[in-house]
T-cell receptor, first 114, second 114 residues
Framework: EAGVVQSPRYKIIEKKQPVAFWCNPI?????LYWYLQNLGQGPELLIR????????DSQLPKDRFSAERLKGVDSTLKIQPAELGDSAVYLC????????????FGEGSRLTVL | GDSVTQMEGPVTLSEEAFLTINCTYT??????LFWYVQYPGEGLQLLLK?????DKGSNKGFEATYRKETTSFHLEKGSVQVSDSAVYFC?????????????FGTGTRLQVTL
């Protein structure tokens, strides 16, 4: 069974440029999460989807960040414009939609903003 | 709000040494508790979990007991191996009915040497 797939794995951009990250969750998982992980820190939730609905986006900086999950499967996280402080690893995770506490994470997309 | 505090790393041990990584939490009520592990170059994966007080989670020789009286969930292993070198994250989760919302600690890096 394929795991959570994220791309790109690495991205280097100049500040003020846009960037997008893509996530393909495990087949059949209807919940999808985007987490931000700064160096030396634990992951912090940005947004949580149940199917195509964003049910918790309270931590998403909406002035520059946006996310979508069309058709309740793949998801895209966008930053426009990027700032130096956005350099981090962006993690995608999915879950089966029933309460188990177990999330399945992708390998992450590492962003460097110069 | 809810939070998780882990001992700072890195923790460096010789192979076959005993491991303890401390984790305490702050929460109103009794969440479920988890340990996730991130091996080099891989995504986060669930190591073990406990859903109520006095439960013991175990996996791959690792154990942790949910201690309500001390609000702790310390990770232990009797004899570590080089292959256990990774970053370990303690996390808590509330039952949101249909999905999981994990709050992570900052992570503890373990380095095991021969």
């Amino acid at each position: 069974e394929a795991g959570v797939v994220q791309s790109p794995r690495y991205k280097i951009i100049e500040k003020k440029q846009p960037v997008a990250f893509w996530c393909n969750p495990i087949s059949g998982h209807n919940t999808l999460y985007w987490y931000l992980q700064n160096l030396g820190q634990g992951p912090e939730l940005l947004i949580r989807y149940e199917n195509e609905e964003a049910v918790d986006d309270s931590q998403l900086p909406k002035d520059r960040f946006s996310a979508e999950r069309l058709k309740g499967v793949d998801s895209t996280l966008k930053i426009q414009p990027a700032e130096l402080g956005d350099s981090a690893v962006y993690l995608c995770a999915s879950g089966p939609g029933t309460y188990t506490g177990e999330l399945f994470f992708g390998e992450g997309s590492r962003l460097t903003v110069l | 709000g809810d939070s998780v505090t882990q001992m700072e790393g890195p923790v460096t041990l010789s192979e076959e040494a005993f491991l303890t990584i401390n984790c305490t939490y702050t929460a109103t009520g009794y969440p479920s508790l988890f340990w996730y592990v991130q091996y080099p170059g891989e995504g986060l994966q669930l190591l073990l979990k406990a859903t109520k007080a006095d439960d013991k989670g175990s996996n791959k020789g690792f154990e942790a007991t949910y201690r309500k009286e001390t609000t702790s969930f310390h990770l232990e292993k009797g004899s570590v191996q080089v292959s256990d070198s990774a970053v370990y994250f303690c996390a808590l989760n509330w039952d949101t009915g249909t999905a999981s919302k994990l709050t992570f600690g900052t992570g503890t890096r373990l380095q095991v040497t021969l």
